[in-house]
Structure formats: C-alpha cells, structure tokens
C-alpha cells in the first residue's frame, strides 16, 4: 500500500526539511549542525499535490521508499513566515536565515 500520510521534519530554524512515511523515522540524515530535525506537521498525500510546499510528492515517495526519508527546500507557504529570509552560512558553519 501506498504512503497516505507523510511527516516533514525542519532543520533548526533553516528550510532545509525532510518528509518521512513514519513518524519519528530513524533513518534521517543528520541535520547540519547546530541544529536537529523537529517534527514540523504531518501532511496528506493531496495536500502535497502541486509543489506547494517545496518538492514533487512523486519524486518524494520514491525516495522514502528507496532510504526512508527525502529532502527539499521548505517554501514559505510550509514554513511560514520564518522562511522568508534565504538560507545563508554563519561564521559558526552552521546556517542561518540572517
């Protein structure tokens, strides 16, 4: 059967997110250090229709099925307004959204 129901993690306060079919999946990737991945929202399969939120739900779900999770970009309309800012390198090697 199919993945319905999909679980986006976020990267600190990056858009950098990663969409599981399970919740709290172990085989996420480390996130770029200093932050972790946090469960963000859990989303159905039409409301990832359209690119809308940063990746093709296709695409998405061939990754998942082939190592567990995929990542993507998060859009604003995911994010929120914490998006807005593009992603940039801090002098501690993190990312930041100054």
Known sequence: MAVQRFYVYRSGVTNACALTGAKDDPR???AVAPDSWRFWMQIGRLQAE???YGF?????VDE???KGYSLFTGTQKLLGR???APSTSSSQGGISNA
Do not use: C, K, V
């Open 28 to 30: 996420l990737p480390p």
């Open 56 to 60: 093709n739900i296709q695409a998405a």
């Open 50 to 52: 359209n690119d809308r």
């Open 82 to 84: 914490d998006a807005a």
């Open 64 to 66: 998942i099925a082939a």
